[in-house]
């Protein structure tokens, strides 16, 4: 795919000298309550204090509606801009507004492969326009004292979903009110369900032929069936998040993201959530396919760039490979927050914080093998995400069933690949 350059917004690659007063302006959201961002920009000034960063707040809602409008004019004045996810990558990327950092990563000699496989499904024919800064991956949430309750082991480490399956339904109690117990739980996002299909390595959202994820639409039907999970249509007509099946304190196991952790330990510690409940909870690695590796899952990352039009693109790569790299990493895990790089020291600062569980099992969950993006790179990503998304509440309304929602897909985005 040839990328274009935006017009009036290439600048000249400049040397970076310690000794230089600099200021960089990072694009960002949510600066006053996500401490992680002030966290990484105040360690870098405090080794380099002749560097200071400036962090614009663009807000979340149409966070990279406003970024793309912004870079694709000419009075951009980012130094340093935050990607939120792949959709908003892909649409930078085309309209020729990022630098390709590849020459940088080679020349410095940086070690891609602690990012978990992730930098390989945003490098775009060969060129890698974002660092990984930010990294979030599914766990299997669980509530102890419903297992203790039941008399069943609790969930462990490596389990097929087949175990994981049989799991659920071990645990699951026919009933009213509080007496009835949900084995599994899954949100009406589409990646509740269809992802587990793409953990093998072998598929992404991009194939365009979706029969793959046939067993896993089976699995999750069938147990809506049996009353091991609450139906979707009813979570969606409740309009139920998922924090609050889970704090109901009815729910055994959930498949959700790293970022639920931080809130259940918020929420409990300053008295949201009913301790008696869900006080007790542990975390495991995500289920997966025959024959996959335990610690395989699936993830999103949140990167920084540096844009066309900077000129200090040499002090900005400076701060972007400190706040993507170790150090930054451990900045942002000691704000309890996630980061891309998950080291031994990483996974001991967030195990450690007040209110993790303390099992070990909790804290090996942390360590992963191979994240997959949830979307990878490509120039339709949006337009496939939603045709997937479309047929996905088709097939759990049950207004079509697996095999006309998965031919829709298979037509539908057939039609968007071969255009």
Same mark, same amino acid.
């Given at each position: 795919m040839a990328v274009g350059v935006a017009a009036g917004c290439l600048a000249p690659m400049t040397a970076f000298a310690e000794e230089e007063n600099v200021t960089l302006n990072w694009a960002l959201w949510d600066a006053k309550t996500a401490t992680y961002w002030s966290a990484v920009a105040d360690a870098y000034m405090e080794q380099h204090p002749n560097v200071t960063i400036e962090m614009t707040d663009l807000g979340s809602q149409d966070y990279m509606t406003v970024l793309a409008t912004d870079l694709s004019g000419d009075g951009s004045d980012f130094d340093i801009v935050t990607v939120k996810d792949v959709p908003g990558y892909a649409t930078l990327v085309s309209k020729g507004v990022l630098e390709d950092l590849s020459g940088r990563i080679e020349s410095d000699g940086l070690d891609l492969s602690v990012y978990n496989g992730t930098t390989?499904?945003?490098?775009?024919?060969?060129?890698?326009?974002?660092?990984?800064?930010?990294? %979030?991956?599914?766990v299997l949430y669980y509530n102890k004292k419903l297992f203790d309750d039941a008399g069943v082991d609790y969930p462990t480490n490596?389990?097929?979903?087949?175990?994981?399956?049989?799991?659920?339904?071990?645990?699951?109690?026919?009933?009213?009110?509080?007496?009835?117990?949900?084995?599994?739980?899954?949100?009406?996002?589409?990646?509740?369900?269809q992802l587990f299909g793409i953990l093998d390595g072998e598929h992404t959202v991009l194939d365009g032929n979706y029969d793959f994820l046939k067993p896993y639409y089976e699995l999750v039907k069938q147990q809506e069936a049996d009353g091991v999970c609450r139906s979707y249509i009813d979570t969606n007509a409740s309009q139920l998040h998922y924090s609050g099946a889970f704090s109901e304190g009815n729910t055994a196991t959930m498949n959700m993201g790293s970022w639920y952790i931080t809130t259940l330990m918020s929420e409990l510690a300053n008295g949201n959530y009913d301790s008696e409940?869900?006080?007790?909870?542990?975390?495991?690695?995500?289920?997966?396919?025959?024959?996959?590796?335990?610690?395989?899952?699936?993830?999103?990352?949140?990167?920084?760039?540096?844009?066309?039009?900077?000129?200090?693109?040499?002090?900005?790569? %400076?701060?972007?490979?400190?706040?993507?790299?170790?150090?930054?990493a451990e900045v942002v895990a000691s704000t309890g927050t996630f980061p891309a790089i998950l080291n031994d020291s990483v996974v001991e600062q967030i195990s450690s914080l007040e209110g993790f569980p303390q099992d070990e099992n909790s804290k090996e969950a942390l360590k992963t093998a191979q994240i997959y993006l949830e979307a990878p790179y490509d120039a339709h990503i949006t337009e496939i995400n939603t045709v997937l998304d479309t047929y996905h509440k088709d097939i759990m309304n049950g207004d079509t069933s697996i095999d006309d929602g998965i031919a829709k897909m298979n037509e539908e985005v057939g039609k968007i690949l071969g255009e």
């Open positions: 390989e499904q945003v490098t775009v024919d060969g060129a890698l326009y974002e660092l990984p800064f930010r990294s %979030d991956f599914w490596d389990m097929t979903m087949e175990q994981y399956d049989a799991l659920a339904r071990s645990v699951t109690k026919e009933g009213f009110g509080s007496d009835q117990v949900y084995g599994a739980h899954y949100h009406t996002w589409r990646s509740a369900v409940l869900v006080g007790d909870w542990g975390i495991v690695k995500y289920p997966h396919p025959e024959g996959v590796e335990a610690g395989t899952t699936l993830g999103t990352i949140t990167a920084l760039a540096i844009p066309t039009c900077s000129e200090k693109q040499d002090a900005a790569w %400076d701060f972007i490979k400190f706040a993507c790299g170790e150090e930054g």
